[in-house]
């Protein structure tokens, strides 16, 4: 009996001292996106295309054996580019070669997008300019700029639309290019066969 009262006392106090509230760590923040490419310097010149350039870069040897990376090669050389947009806002992309030897495609069918795979999305300020450089750079294109509707009303009650693309990178990686939304100021401007979005 008195060892179940103390046993009692013992708990009753450790269950008194416990904090009432456990401290949060703090939520993760996304740095980049890393992308696993066959050619470093054919990718950088792609995101060049659409504004990027590089920001930091480097190259190191890597032991395959042991390694934390689940590479599916016994990949020896690994190279790191990390891209900035010219303005410095919104996300980074790192662009990780692996080689000596490359790994393989994972993908069953990398021209189709499917569970697993990634889009990136980019904000752009005229869809056509960004369109035709890459056209003219013979970039693959999956459709031209088309135009949606957004569920969002202008506060003078205007609808608005937008423009937006795809097109794939060098490793096909399916990018969006998305032309943010502005108000139609006329009924003749509206065109018909709007996308919502």
């Given amino acids: 009996m008195i060892a179940k009262s103390l046993f009692s006392a013992t ?19 996304l740095l980049r996106t890393s992308l696993l490419v066959k050619d470093a310097e054919v990718s950088v010149r792609f995101y060049e ?8 870069e480097m190259s190191s040897p890597r032991q395959p054996e042991g390694n934390f990376f689940p590479v599916n090669a016994p990949s020896t050389r690994t190279r790191l580019v990390i891209m900035a947009s010219a303005s410095g806002d919104g996300g980074r992309i790192g662009l990780v070669e ?3 030897p490359a790994p393989a495609d994972n993908r069953l069918d990398a021209k189709r997008t499917g569970i697993g795979d990634v ?13 035709g450089r890459l056209r003219d750079a013979g970039v693959t294109i999956i459709e031209p700029p088309q135009v949606y509707l957004s569920k969002k009303i202008a506060p003078d009650g205007l609808p608005m639309r ?7 990178d060098p490793d096909d990686y399916l990018i969006e290019l998305l032309e943010a939304p502005r108000p139609i100021t006329s009924e003749k401007s509206a065109p018909e066969g709007l996308i919502w979005r």
């Fill in 11 to 29: 708990v009753a106090t450790f269950s008194l001292t416990l904090p009432t509230a456990l401290p949060q760590a703090s939520e993760p923040v």
């Fill in 49 to 56: 295309l659409l504004g990027f350039r590089t920001e930091t």
């Fill in 98 to 100: 692996f080689s000596d």
């Fill in 119 to 131: 889009v990136l999305v980019f904000d752009v300020t005229d869809a056509e300019v960004i369109h």
């Fill in 162 to 168: 937008g423009r937006v693309f795809h097109v794939k």
